[in-house]
């Protein structure tokens, strides 16, 4: 039985083809359109999933939706009757869209089915709505290797359920409490994001990378004003101070007037108050962690689960995910790696195939999870790489994988800065070795050469480790599983870099050119990393060419970011590849098993500007 799962229509539009309870395929809009976080109808990706399944629009059971658009809608009713006659210029900004589009979705995707598939909307399988976060909960529990585990999920907002909480047993799930719109903690998150300078729904990742680099200055006064917490791990925001349910911008002027200045515009010169502001808000969504936890023991004394699922926006933090695992009192932890809306299209083919059909779990005998390592994209053969680059005329040799590792293993320790595209694309926001940017963790100059030269970013933006999962102890203080780089772990004490006293005196950004460890590339300065483990079993390719890298070098840690430039989505086809390696400083360039040398390219014919192409998040 295949089910087509879909997320559409706020942010990062996805697909995804489930059968008989195995995730064959699942990919992001944005990689075939190029269009980051793309919203619209996930038709290229839903094109991919019916062709990777060898499958048919009319062969599928079903077609599920991952939230319901009604309760939405009722949602941005209530919501201006409640705070009337403020929040008038944000209904009317988003009521004809409503009227227009998203109150007749469901005729609206019949109508897209029908044209993709080439039939009448008759001969179209069932069109079915979970709920948002039972979407996010199945993605969650579903694919992880557990019987029975607590799930939680937070994200913005979903229908109206901002956190919600789940029992997981088997094939079913069960609703536990949830918390409401508009107290949610990743709206609060979000408006720090807003006024700290990033985007909404993109940058939140760069605030956490940001926080590090500042005093937690402002924790008292964001309990004091804007956050209630109570004892039991529920929470309200003070509404006074934000804008998003009455406006169209995340904070209001009674913000700006508890911080003492307006937002900083978009990409103008951070302030230390930003880092202070960063450093603070991540440490307010720790503590939330910690009390959300509390609530977690809560639910594990009274139904005896042992491990814990995490999934929504939220679950992308990942210092947060280490600290739960840290400090937490479950065996095991494990996040869906598209925990965002994209997961969404995951879970809501999940559900169908476990609720609503009641079909049993199938579990791994080696005790692994249900998404493949994630790599559930397109995959292209030499052969299909090698016509690409005849056609460009581009000099490349082939070469075998013996060979490719060997040759890869030498560049990256001649501080070589390499684009690896192997195999199936990531599905959700992480590179993890089909489309990644790589280096050698063991240079100082790494992380300002990939910033700047490389992705042309902001240069305080950290970068993540790949480690041989077999070492990850010899490195890191952590001793689990961290397949999807979801977890942030400190560098072992042994491998850090005593500060003198001149550079301990000195703060925010000047500290980022201080080596902290004998893999500077990748601690950050509070010597932490965001960790990503690699499994032979999972990701051979990138596995042996650690291996090889660890041969010559006697280290087992690269450098691994994802193969874009800024704001662009992670590339998808060779000749996304490509054109990123021909418009940057990557030095070479890896397809499959074809091996390309900057030095021997000739310049792009009529070449854009890629920020004239991608829009600044």
């Given at each position: 039985?295949?089910?087509?799962?879909?997320?559409?229509?706020?942010?990062?539009?996805?697909?995804?083809?489930?059968?008989?309870?195995?995730?064959?395929?699942?990919?992001?809009?944005?990689?075939?359109?190029?269009?980051?976080?793309?919203?619209?109808?996930?038709?290229?990706?839903?094109?991919?999933?019916?062709?990777?399944?060898?499958?048919?629009?009319?062969?599928?059971?079903?077609?599920?939706?991952?939230?319901?658009?009604?309760?939405?809608?009722?949602?941005?009713?209530?919501?201006?009757?409640?705070?009337?006659?403020?929040?008038?210029?944000?209904?009317?900004?988003?009521?004809?869209?409503?009227?227009?589009?998203?109150?007749?979705?469901?005729?609206?995707?019949?109508?897209?089915?029908?044209?993709?598939?080439?039939?009448?909307?008759?001969?179209?399988?069932?069109?079915?709505?979970?709920?948002?976060?039972?979407?996010?909960?199945?993605?969650?529990?579903?694919?992880?290797?557990?019987?029975?585990?607590?799930?939680?999920?937070?994200?913005?907002?979903?229908?109206?359920?901002?956190?919600?909480?789940?029992?997981?047993?088997?094939?079913?799930?069960?609703?536990?409490?949830?918390?409401?719109?508009?107290?949610?903690?990743?709206?609060?998150?979000?408006?720090?994001?807003?006024?700290?300078?990033?985007?909404?729904?993109?940058?939140?990742?760069?605030?956490?990378?940001?926080?590090?680099?500042?005093?937690?200055?402002?924790?008292?006064?964001?309990?004091?004003?804007?956050?209630?917490?109570?004892?039991?791990?529920?929470?309200?925001?003070?509404?006074?101070?934000?804008?998003?349910?009455?406006?169209?911008?995340?904070?209001?002027?009674?913000?700006?007037?508890?911080?003492?200045?307006?937002?900083?515009?978009?990409?103008?010169?951070?302030?230390?108050?930003?880092?202070?502001?960063a450093r603070s808000i991540q440490e307010v969504t720790e503590e939330v962690m910690e009390v959300m936890l509390r609530l977690a023991r809560t639910m594990q004394r009274e139904t005896g689960a042992e491990h814990?699922?995490?999934?929504?926006?939220?679950?992308?933090?990942?210092?947060?995910?280490?600290?739960?695992?840290?400090?937490?009192?479950?065996?095991?932890?494990?996040?869906?790696?598209?925990?965002?809306?994209?997961?969404?299209?995951?879970?809501?083919?999940?559900?169908?195939?476990?609720?609503?059909?009641?079909?049993?779990?199938?579990?791994?005998?080696?005790?692994?999870?249900?998404?493949?390592?994630?790599?559930?994209?397109?995959?292209?053969?030499?052969?299909?790489?090698?016509?690409?680059?005849?056609?460009?005329?581009?000099?490349?040799?082939?070469?075998?994988?013996?060979?490719?590792?060997?040759?890869?293993?030498?560049?990256?320790?001649?501080?070589?800065?390499?684009?690896?595209?192997?195999?199936?694309?990531?599905?959700?926001?992480?590179?993890?070795?089909?489309?990644?940017?790589?280096?050698?963790?063991?240079?100082?100059?790494?992380?300002?050469?990939?910033?700047?030269?490389?992705?042309?970013?902001?240069?305080?933006?950290?970068?993540?480790?790949?480690?041989?999962?077999?070492?990850?102890?010899?490195?890191?203080?952590?001793?689990?599983?961290?397949?999807?780089?979801?977890?942030?772990?400190?560098?072992?004490?042994?491998?850090?870099?005593?500060?003198?006293?001149?550079?301990?005196?000195?703060?925010?950004?000047?500290?980022?050119?201080?080596?902290?460890?004998?893999?500077?590339?990748?601690?950050?300065?509070?010597?932490?990393?965001?960790?990503?483990?690699?499994?032979?079993?999972?990701?051979?390719?990138?596995?042996?060419?650690?291996?090889?890298?660890?041969?010559?070098?006697?280290?087992?840690?690269?450098?691994?970011?994802?193969?874009?430039?800024?704001?662009?989505?992670?590339?998808?086809?060779?000749?996304?590849?490509?054109?990123?390696?021909?418009?940057?400083?990557?030095?070479?360039?890896?397809?499959?098993?074809?091996?390309?040398?900057?030095?021997?390219?000739?310049?792009?014919?009529?070449?854009?500007?890629?920020?004239?192409?991608?829009?600044?998040?």
């Open positions: 039985m295949d089910i087509l799962g879909i997320s559409a229509f706020y942010h990062d539009s996805a697909a995804c083809v489930v059968r008989d309870g195995m995730v064959l395929a699942a990919a992001q809009e944005e990689r075939f359109t190029r269009k980051k976080q793309d919203a619209g109808f996930p038709g290229h990706a839903i094109r991919y999933c019916l062709q990777e399944a060898n499958c048919a629009v009319t062969d599928l059971k079903y077609i599920v939706f991952y939230d319901k658009p009604l309760v939405k809608f009722e949602r941005l009713l209530e919501t201006y009757l409640a705070f009337a006659p403020r929040g008038r210029r944000s209904f009317v900004t988003a009521l004809p869209v409503w009227l227009k589009e998203k109150l007749f979705l469901k005729s609206m995707l019949c109508k897209e089915f029908a044209a993709l598939a080439g039939v009448k909307k008759a001969a179209l399988p069932p069109l079915l709505f979970t709920e948002h976060h039972e979407a996010h909960a199945a993605s969650a529990f579903f694919p992880s290797p557990f019987q029975t585990a607590a799930v939680l999920c937070m994200d913005g907002v979903g229908e109206w359920a901002t956190t919600s909480a789940w029992l997981g047993q088997d094939n079913q799930l069960t609703p536990l409490w949830d918390i409401p719109f508009p107290h949610s903690l990743g709206l609060l998150y979000s408006a720090f994001t807003y006024y700290t300078g990033f985007k909404v729904n993109s940058g939140e990742y760069k605030v956490m990378g940001l926080a590090p680099y500042g005093e937690p200055k402002y924790v008292q006064t964001i309990y004091d004003h804007l956050l209630d917490l109570k004892p039991d791990g529920t929470f309200r925001l003070n509404m006074d101070y934000f804008n998003y349910c009455t406006g169209l911008t995340m904070t209001n002027e009674r913000f700006h007037t508890l911080f003492g200045a307006p937002p900083r515009p978009p990409e103008s010169l951070l302030r230390q108050q930003d880092m202070d502001l814990l699922c995490l999934a929504g926006g939220v679950a992308l933090n990942c210092v947060g995910n280490g600290k739960i695992l840290r400090d937490g009192p479950f065996k095991r932890l494990w996040i869906q790696p598209a925990a965002g809306d994209a997961g969404g299209a995951v879970g809501a083919a999940l559900a169908a195939w476990h609720q609503l059909e009641g079909q049993p779990r199938t579990y791994r005998p080696d005790g692994g999870d249900g998404m493949q390592g994630a790599l559930l994209g397109p995959a292209f053969s030499n052969d299909e790489i090698e016509r690409f680059l005849q056609s460009k005329n581009a000099p490349y040799v082939r070469v075998s994988d013996a060979e490719l590792y060997n040759c890869i293993a030498e560049e990256l320790a001649a501080e070589k800065v390499i684009g690896w595209f192997q195999g199936r694309m990531e599905f959700g926001p992480r590179a993890l070795g089909g489309r990644s940017i790589l280096g050698d963790a063991r240079s100082p100059k790494m992380q300002s050469v990939m910033n700047l030269k490389i992705k042309y970013r902001e240069s305080f933006r950290p970068f993540a480790p790949s480690v041989l999962r077999e070492r990850v102890a010899d490195y890191f203080e952590m001793e689990a599983d961290s397949p999807y780089m979801l977890l942030v772990a400190p560098v072992v004490e042994r491998r850090r870099t005593a500060l003198t006293e001149e550079q301990q005196a000195l703060w925010g950004i000047d500290l980022l050119n201080v080596p902290r460890s004998d893999i500077p590339a990748v601690t950050h300065v509070d010597y932490s990393a965001r960790i990503q483990t690699v499994h032979q079993e999972s990701n051979p390719h990138y596995y042996q060419l650690l291996k090889a890298f660890e041969a010559k070098t006697g280290c087992g840690v690269l450098v691994n970011t994802s193969f874009n430039v800024r704001n662009e989505p992670i590339v998808c086809t060779p000749e996304d590849a490509y054109r990123c390696f021909m418009r940057t400083e990557i030095d070479t360039l890896v397809l499959g098993n074809c091996v390309l040398d900057k030095i021997d390219q000739e310049p792009l014919d009529e070449d854009t500007d890629w920020r004239t192409e991608f829009e600044l998040d």
